[in-house]
């Protein structure tokens, strides 16, 4: 079990991050590298500033909001809190201080981003279940959704474990002492393999690494296309 | 399906491949917002037609040739091998849009199911498996085009038998006619406007009575406007098409080039001709400054009829003649009454893409796919219904028919022209 343990929670780590990094950065140059489109693809009438109204409809997703606000609800909040759960995981590898211009514990939320999360996650993927969102979906939507899914339950578990019931065996600073060896490539897993909980960040990293090991491969890709596209839309 | 023909048209879907294009392919996280958008799911509500499974039937091609993805688990994305299924449905899914990218406007990403379908009209190009009547109409205009030298007389003769036509609109100041001007210029080198028409008298007429009207120093085009290489998705034909009006225009030194009431038309040249030393516009903006600057009068007694009007797709959403036409309407004392709140939310008229060009093998699909355009223009209680583009004008006067419309579907400019004031 050891020997598992230290296989996800470090080769895996590392393995995942050079997937992600590598895999990502490749995918973008491919993209940039290719041939410029000779006209415009933009709709109209514009409003001006295009550059602003680009970042209104990346950043507030203006068009879900427009034409299906239920869903709209449930993206914003995700993406809102997949956000705050990036800044936590940042905290845990050290303090920034700009992040504390509003003075906070480590994990916003007391525990119920992760809920939030896991409550969009489940609608995200019951609406795959119904047409005509079914009939256009593949199986990466649904593997993605149930990955996502199943890291952020684990990992909400813990901050739970933490908040809600005073589970003190692993703490910040124990998460922060394995995860800064890790940065330091000096990888220690002592700091969270006590018993109890450990097994729960042995399942959290494991679904992370997938996910992450999948994202180049994949749509979430739009995380960084969406940007340039709505460029392209508003011209 | 032959390796040697997939390969073929797998270098043919490559070469489609811009920056923008890969974006669009990669991006798409299939949440479903886009359907709604399509008038033919609106109207058959069958996932077939929505924009994203359209453009999904092309991705999934894109998947198993071009992305790692779709070479080592092919089964997460769908991936599918490019073969005769895949031709067929190809087939159904570019000629059942009509590339009026509504669906644009829902994407969350703004992913243009239009370019992503002109992939698959390429690719049916290339398996020899596109309409065959787009083909020859494109055949037959890019002939028509290398053969102008020998058309040029009868087509001048022809025009000749328009003049009393146009005269009868607006009548030529005598000494109009005495310094040699007639009523449709062609072929005159330093004029100021080009006019690109279509085929047919009704494309001309009206336009020439009101150039003449405004004092214009204008030249019709040897060349008819509509551009079949684009509606069959043949970006070689396309090129030849456009580029023998911008060769007349650069060899006839004209400011401007106004291109008829023709969406494709309009928009292919306006977007596809790169810098050059003319202005590009559309009939409808030209009538609109002339009415702006004084230079034609308008009798606004002629309509007392409600009046609606159809944003052709290529000219309003996609071409940004939006102001325009509403203003020349108000102009002509319409009791104007909107389609659609927003003009970029407009339906499609349900025949672009080609589609009315196919004729009678498209009208079924057409029609049944109409059927929310027929109710909006219904709501209006609108009585004259106007456009700016010939196949709009076509599938609107089919909808009319098919649905028992009480409407009459007019062409704006010549609305303009029978209410010029001499």
Request: proline share 4%; glycine share 6%; charged share 20%.
């Amino acid at each position: 079990m050891d020997t598992i343990y230290y296989l996800v929670l470090v080769p895996m780590i590392y393995l995942a991050f050079f997937v992600f990094s590598v895999g990502t950065i490749i995918r973008l140059i491919n993209i940039w590298r290719k041939p410029k489109f000779p006209t415009t693809l933009q709709i109209y009438p514009e409003k001006k500033p295009s550059w602003l109204w680009t970042l209104f409809d990346t950043f507030l997703l203006n068009s879900a909001r427009r034409h299906n606000p239920v869903l709209w609800f449930f993206l914003m909040v995700f993406h809102f809190c997949f956000l705050l759960l990036i800044i936590g995981h940042l905290e845990l590898i050290k303090d920034f201080r700009i992040l504390q211009i509003i003075e906070h514990e480590i994990f916003l939320g007391k525990g119920f981003i992760g809920l939030i999360l896991s409550i969009s996650l489940i609608f995200f993927l019951f609406r795959r279940f119904v047409s005509p969102t079914k009939d256009l979906s593949v199986p990466e939507d649904y593997y993605l959704l149930i990955l996502l899914f199943l890291a952020v339950i684990f990992g909400s578990e813990m901050d739970w474990a933490r908040t809600l019931y005073g589970y003190e065996e692993m703490g910040v600073e124990d998460y922060r002492g394995y995860l800064m060896s890790l940065f330091l490539l000096k990888p220690d897993i002592s700091f969270v393999d006590a018993p109890g909980h450990s097994f729960m960040l042995v399942l959290h990293v494991f679904f992370a690494n997938l996910f992450l090991m999948f994202f180049p491969f994949s749509k979430i890709i739009h995380s960084f296309l969406s940007l340039p596209l709505n460029k392209l839309r508003r011209g | 399906m032959e390796e040697k023909l997939r390969e073929e048209l797998i270098k043919l879907f490559e070469s489609k491949l811009s920056k923008p294009m890969q974006m669009y392919l990669e991006t798409c996280s299939r949440c479903g917002i886009c359907t709604p958008a399509c008038h033919a799911y609106a109207s058959m509500p069958q996932a077939k037609y929505t924009p994203a499974y359209r453009a999904e039937v092309v991705r999934r091609i894109f998947k198993k040739y071009f992305k790692l993805q779709g070479k080592i688990a092919p089964a997460l994305g769908a991936a599918k091998v490019l073969d005769e299924n895949t031709l067929d449905e190809l087939y159904e899914a570019a000629y059942s849009c009509t590339g009026c990218r509504r669906c644009m406007v829902y994407c969350p990403f703004g992913i243009d199911t239009q370019q992503i379908m002109s992939i698959a009209k390429l690719l049916l190009i290339g398996a020899n498996a596109e309409p065959e009547l787009l083909t020859m109409l494109a055949d037959v205009s890019v002939s028509k085009g290398e053969g102008i030298e020998d058309m040029k007389e009868s087509f001048m003769q022809g025009l000749k038998r328009l003049e009393d036509q146009v005269l009868e609109k607006w009548k030529m100041e005598a000494g109009e006619m005495e310094a040699g001007e007639t009523p449709i210029p062609i072929d005159v080198e330093g004029a100021d406007l080009l006019y690109v028409a279509l085929a047919g008298a009704h494309s001309i007429i009206p336009a020439a009575a009101v150039f003449n009207a405004a004092g214009e120093k204008w030249t019709l085009s040897f060349f008819e406007a509509v551009n079949f290489g684009a509606f069959v998705g043949d970006p070689t034909k396309t090129k030849l098409i456009l580029d023998r009006i911008v060769n007349e225009a650069n060899r006839l030194k004209v400011k401007e080039v106004c291109i008829c009431e023709c969406g494709t038309a309009f928009r292919v040249m306006k977007q596809m001709s790169g810098s050059q030393p003319f202005e590009v516009s559309s009939i409808t903006d030209v009538h609109a400054k002339y009415i702006r600057e004084g230079k034609i009068k308008l009798d606004k007694s002629k309509l007392n009829l409600p009046v609606t009007y159809h944003d052709p797709c290529q000219i309003a959403r996609n071409g940004g003649v939006i102001d325009a036409p509403r203003y020349v309407l108000q102009q002509l004392g319409a009791d104007y009454r909107e389609l659609s709140a927003d003009p970029k939310y407009n339906w499609c008229c349900g025949g672009g893409g080609g589609l009315v060009a196919m004729g009678d093998e498209t009208h079924d699909f057409r029609m049944k796919s109409a059927k929310v355009k027929a109710d909006q223009v219904q709501q209006t209680e609108a009585k004259i219904l106007a456009t700016a583009c010939e196949n709009c004008h076509a599938q609107l006067s089919d909808i009319s028919k098919h649905y028992n419309m009480d409407v009459e579907v007019k062409y704006l400019s010549s609305m303009v022209a029978d209410a010029l004031i001499q």
